[in-house]
């Protein structure tokens, strides 16, 4: 049995600035504040010296570690947030963290349970952990390991079979692997890696086959999709405004509104088969506006009135979003007695074509603490502190939607919901064959945090198979094809407007992912919590029959 030993203030200071070294490190793997692309093949190795310290340290440290690493890669990964709100750079980093204080320990007990192959539970866990951290009220994907590996495109295609999942399995176990080595190194100059190679030789050779799998399944479906022919061609103007949509007024709206009306008169000079805003582009409500005409709000109606005209007068279809207010009670006027509005709001997208309103999305997955915070009765304090921060919530929206323009059907998430696997998997299961984000980052100032948000949306393009078209704010406006090519993104920060040219591929047979969304992160949450109470129980046991030896 293990001996609890004193640990020196040397080792655990040691222990601390290798987890903090790491966590910055990890952070440029990504697209940051120093590289503007990221150095993806950081997240080959980065975590060996992770999973190191987890073998090598206490139990009484193992959680305070995991908060420490979280929350301080979250403060490099995410500086951008800054910019958003003082609370936000606090508030993600400490939830990040807090997932961590939970997933160090639980990494620490798969090699205390099964030390000898604990690795590949580790990378079972890692898998579990990634799944559960976007899964609950403050999921947030952004900082997921496989996502630095954007560029890797014949890695990255097994993503239409496993999701994401299985990319990070791959990515994780060598790490844990080599983790324990190096552990094992400190403690014991003599250990052999060639010995400890072969002891584990039958899972490096199987890990091996997977790798290669991976990679030729990954070169055959580049070559498949390289020669496919689309269906057809759905020609999509973009229109990319560079307002700030957070900023209010009539005066504001307006000139938002000229300028987006201009950019799109030039764009359907292109003969484009539908022009696409961004996120909230036009912010003044198009129902709530229309629908009551109150003192104070004539000239907001006039604006509204004036839209709506250009819209269903335009020669194409219009696809904007728009902050879709709507009565909470029908049967009261739009200003209740205390003075506010009888209305509430939905992040939403409404299409004009044919003279009309043809269609409308509402967000369905809200930002947590920003758009949406369902903690009012239970944490009082934190709700009124939000509030008086200046954070409003939107109502969440409930329905799948797809829409249909010139015989094409796609579907629309809103803002970071592309980041979110399930979501573009619906759409695409419910018939959308054109993923169109629509999204407005342009708060965030960052270069960097567009990047981060569009490469995430490769991976959608991939589990899907589906063409996707993000239509942004400030960037990055581009298209993805369906084996995850990024093409011709505008150049952030700069209005204008740009024609893509997307292949749609009608119908056909969907994606594995598809039809079983997220089933490999099932797979390792499950797993990962059997085998765990497995150890656990094997370890009780192991215990209590070595004291009764001892006492015999």
Known sequence: METLKKRSLRTVCSEVFILLVTAFVFS??????VLEEGLGFISFFILIPVFAVIRNTSWKLIAPYGFMFGFVYFIFFNYWLSTFHPLAILIVPIIKGGEMFFLFPALKAADTFFKKRSYILQAIIWVAYSYLSEGWFAGYPYGTICYALYKYLPLIQIADITGIWGIIFLQVLPQAFLGAFVCDKIHDREASFKAYFKSNLVVIIIYAALVLASLIYGFIKLGEW?????????RVATVQHVHDSWQGGLRTYTR?????RRYTLD????DPDIVVWSETAFVPSIDWNMMYDYE???EMRALVEEFIKFATELDVPLLTGNADGESIDPNAGPVLEDGSLNRKDYNSVVLFQNGAIDGKYRKQHLVPFTEHFPYEKQLPWLYNLLLANDYNWWEMGEEIVVFESDGVKFSTPICFEDVFGYISAEFVRDGADVIVNMTNDNWSGSVAAEKQHAYIAIFRAIETRKSMIRGTNSGLTCMITPDGTLVDPMEPFKPGYHIYDVPVYEGGENTFYVNHIDLFAHIAVYASAVILVAGAIIKIMDTVRYRKRKND
């Open 28 to 33: 440029l793997a990504f697209p940051g504040f």
């Open 226 to 234: 390289s020669d496919k022919e689309s269906d057809r061609t759905w």
């Open 256 to 260: 938002n509104f000229n300028n987006l």
């Open 267 to 270: 764009a359907i000079r292109h």
């Open 296 to 298: 104070g709000n004539h």
